[in-house]
């Protein structure tokens, strides 16, 4: 396939990379003008060899000729990131977007009435060491799905993921992975983005009560919503990320510490702005949704 994807982060480069790997013909579209880029890339069971992946950059006649559009960016830059390049999207090129939280879909409906859009959810770990340096680090699931009529047969792109890294499955309700990825980050991401620690510190007695306290209110909501849950099954899910993860820094842990916005308000605001709309009390979400506000302004006065 014909494939542009924008937002070369650790999580973009390592897809752009597997679905090369899968002789998809992959140009990044990135914030600079390059016209070409070469990736270092190393692989999940050799993590001391590197290959080099060389992909084309920004060339509009390959995004208006694009059957794939892949979009990695952070949740809120989503809109700014795609508009300027939505005159070369051609209508029936269908329009992937994986980013951490809930809550750019009705922005990216209104962008994009007439293509097709899945949202896309991965537990697959990846980080860049240098801008050009990708390690993949972990392997999970993807869930991909629609968001619009117009992707409701589109379920084949699945399998495109799934062919480059697996397990990539096709859900007939993308807003179960989302509402279960997001319990994930509402517990980890801000509590180690405040106390500036790993994630297998969360592990520690002193965040015990903080964690239940957040899944019972993430459960809540989620079933207020119609997914079921429990507190106990979050939880348990929380627990299996801290452990499988546990020497690595979350994604919120790196924006505060590297003084930049973090997708705060696409997890814990938008779990407590749910939660409004259900007249349910979540005093722990809205406390720590408060804390990085805050820490954010202090960076960004
Ligand atoms: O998604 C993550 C993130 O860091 O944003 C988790 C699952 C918490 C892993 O670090």
Known sequence: MNIT??????????????LTQQQHNVQLWTRNSA?????????????NTSNNYSFNCNDPHALAASELFIVTVKAFQVTTAITPLLPYLS????????????????QVQQLLPHNPIIYATTSQAAFKSTPT???????????????NQQA?????????????????????????????????????????????????DLAQACYQSQLDNICNEVAQVMTAEGFSTTQQQLRHQ????????????????????????????????????????????????????????????????
């Not at 994807?5 to 597997?18: D, P």
């Not at 209508?91 to 009705?106: L, P």
């Not at 720590?288 to 805050?294: F, G, P, S, Y």
């Open 5 to 18: 994807l924008l937002g070369a982060g650790a999580i973009g480069a390592l897809w752009a990379v597997k």
């Open 238 to 301: 929380v627990d299996t990320v801290i452990t499988a993860t546990a020497a690595n820094y979350s994604s919120m842990n790196r924006d505060i510490f590297h003084h930049r916005l973090t997708e705060i308000d696409y997890i814990s605001g938008y779990l407590v702005q749910q939660a409004q709309r259900h007249h349910i009390d979540t005093p722990i979400n809205k406390q720590l949704w408060q804390a990085i506000k805050h820490m954010e302004s202090q960076d960004h006065e």
């Open 91 to 106: 209508a029936d090129c269908v329009v992937v977007i994986m980013h951490n939280g809930i809550g750019s879909q009705h």
């Open 133 to 147: 340096t990708v390690h993949h680090t972990g392997l999970g699931q993807t869930s991909l799905g629609a968001i």
């Open 35 to 47: 016209t070409e880029t070469t990736l270092h890339f190393s692989e999940l069971n050799a993590p």
């Open 152 to 200: 409701q047969t589109q379920s084949n792109i699945a399998k495109v993921f799934n062919a480059a890294l697996s397990p990539s499955q096709w859900q007939a309700n993308i807003y179960q992975p989302l509402w279960q990825k997001l319990a994930i980050n509402c517990a980890i991401n801000p509590l180690t983005a405040v106390n500036q620690c790993c994630n297998g």
